[in-house]
């Protein structure tokens, strides 16, 4: 059996996350300097294509990721199978690589032509950069697949290091490049897509040294039936993704729709700054969904559901200890973010109620690493499809009633009802009575604890203002929190996270 050390792979994780966010926030001002605001927007613009060309993924990575954590240790014939379906998959992900790059690159005119409108650059010139992305774009796509591998394998600390690595050459070697060659917006794009061919070739490489596994022949019947015999796991996936991204979109869309820019501004700030417990939720999903799939396989019951409770109360303290240290201080901490107490004052609402909002919407996703680890997600399809028909009208009635707060009760009050709901019925089928008594014994408790150590601090606070930095007061008050709600569940000891490192 695989003894990954699930522990080193989620702080990895989530410390690689981290960095990418930090090296990317460095690089925005001096972008922005040095290639102009104008220019910078193409740089947004090739962000959001790449989000939407993720779409095309349908499912396939979640379905490597399981299937590899699931099979690389099984059988004869489950690893006959998982290589099939490793072919097919590889040469799914090479096919999308090229036809997206083909339908990018010989688009790119009418894509400038219908998109983007630019007044200090010229058109010829954002069409070359264009096409470029098409290049990037199509060997990032592709280095999904190494990425998947590395993750099902469980050896996500040694991805996380090239994640870091490139995140580097990408965010901060690029700002010394262009300084030195005093460049322009075509030389950030064609570095660009230098660091993508040194993505490709460190993930290829690399993967064949560490994720090690016997491989069959088998032939093309073979992989089709592979493919076959998993494409559920694959379409619910795949569709789920999909709502999710107009689930995080739509309220962004109807506000710049229907309020006036100088509102969408403020309200995009608020939501900005509550966007950090997603922060969490990649590495999370990351290093759990292979660890719970490999100790539902070839463990017992009782133990899948001891390590499940674990990572779901310490993920539990964790993030509802920030989340209402957010929620209380939302005025403050925007103040030390922004400068500006207008600002602050108006966004405070959407922080405070998109912090809790988003902080349910990451407990939530527990059940979705269920479900994952059980290899059916055909109840998270539904789920989601469900959460989508209650937002959307909410969040129209809400916004229409209260403006931009009205988009933040909206996103609280759906995320609560959902959580509590349908996290119970999906809880109910594979972990029966779990949710019940973990609601009871543990949310509820660490809820009330929660909510009265930041009564207690913003009073103090208050009282002392003059006298408190507040962002060492914030970095204090979070650890001191989540060290007192640890004691009082786990008392005086590491046996909880020692429990995370050796939990084969």
């Not at 069959?216 to 991204?245: E, N, P, Q, R």
């Not at 869309?253 to 700054?273: C, K, N, Q």
Request: glycine fraction near 6%; include cysteine.
């Amino acid at each position: 059996m695989n003894k990954a050390n699930f522990l080193k792979n989620l702080v990895a994780s989530i410390g690689a996350q981290g960095i990418v966010v930090i090296f990317n926030f460095i690089s925005i001002p001096f972008l922005l300097t040095r290639v102009g605001v104008e220019a910078f927007g193409l740089i947004a613009f090739y962000s959001s294509l790449q989000a939407v060309f993720a779409i095309l993924d349908s499912g396939m990575s979640p379905l490597l990721v399981r299937e590899t954590a699931s099979n690389i240790q099984g059988s004869n014939h489950e690893k006959r199978q998982y290589s099939a379906l490793l072919d097919a998959l590889k040469f799914f992900f090479i096919f999308i690589a090229i036809f997206g790059f083909g339908l990018i690159f010989f688009n790119a005119s009418f894509i400038v032509d219908s998109l983007i409108n630019t007044n200090e650059i010229d058109t010829l010139e954002v069409v070359i950069i264009i096409k470029v992305m098409a290049f990037i774009i199509g060997l990032r796509w592709l280095s999904g697949f190494y990425r998947a591998l590395f993750i099902g394998h469980q050896n996500i600390h040694i991805l996380s290091l090239i994640s870091i690595f490139i995140a580097a050459l990408k965010f901060l070697v690029v700002l010394i490049y262009l300084y030195f060659i005093d460049g322009g917006i075509i030389d950030f794009f064609h570095y660009q897509a230098f660091c993508a061919v040194v993505e490709i070739l460190l993930l290829y490489l690399i993967s064949a040294r560490v994720n090690k596994y016997f491989r069959y022949k088998t032939s093309l019947s073979d992989k089709l039936f592979s493919l076959k015999s998993k494409y559920k796991f694959a379409v619910h996936a795949g569709v789920a993704s999909i709502i999710w991204i107009i689930l995080t979109q739509a309220d962004k869309f109807l506000i710049i729709r229907l309020l006036d820019l100088e509102y969408f501004a403020i309200f995009s700030i608020g939501v900005l700054g509550a966007s950090i417990f997603f922060f969490i939720s990649n590495p999370l999903s990351s290093a759990l969904i292979p660890r719970l799939t490999e100790i539902n396989k070839y463990q017992s019951s009782e133990k899948f559901k001891k390590f499940y409770a674990l990572n779901l109360n310490l993920f539990s303290i964790l993030l509802i200890s920030s989340a209402m240290f957010v929620y209380m201080f939302s005025e403050e901490l925007l103040f030390i973010w922004t400068g500006d107490e207008a600002l602050s004052e108006k966004a405070s609402f959407i922080l405070g109620n998109y912090a809790l909002g988003n902080c349910l919407a990451v407990l939530s996703s527990f059940a979705y690493f269920l479900q994952a680890s059980k290899g059916n997600l055909s109840l998270h399809l539904y789920g989601s499809a469900a959460f989508l028909v209650l937002f959307l009208p909410t969040l129209l009635i809400c916004v229409n009633n209260f403006g931009m707060n009205g988009a933040a009760m909206a996103w609280l009050s759906c995320n609560l009802i959902m959580f509590s709901f349908w996290g119970a019925y999906i809880h109910n089928i594979y972990l029966k009575g779990f949710y019940r008594n973990w609601l009871i014994k543990k949310l509820i408790p660490i809820l009330l604890i929660s909510f009265l150590l930041v009564q207690i601090e913003h009073l103090i606070f208050t009282s002392y203002i003059l006298y408190l930095p507040v962002a060492i007061f914030s970095v204090f008050c979070c650890i001191l929190n989540l060290g007192v709600i640890y004691s009082i569940f786990f008392g005086f000891n590491l046996q909880p996270l020692n429990s995370l490192r050796s939990s084969s």
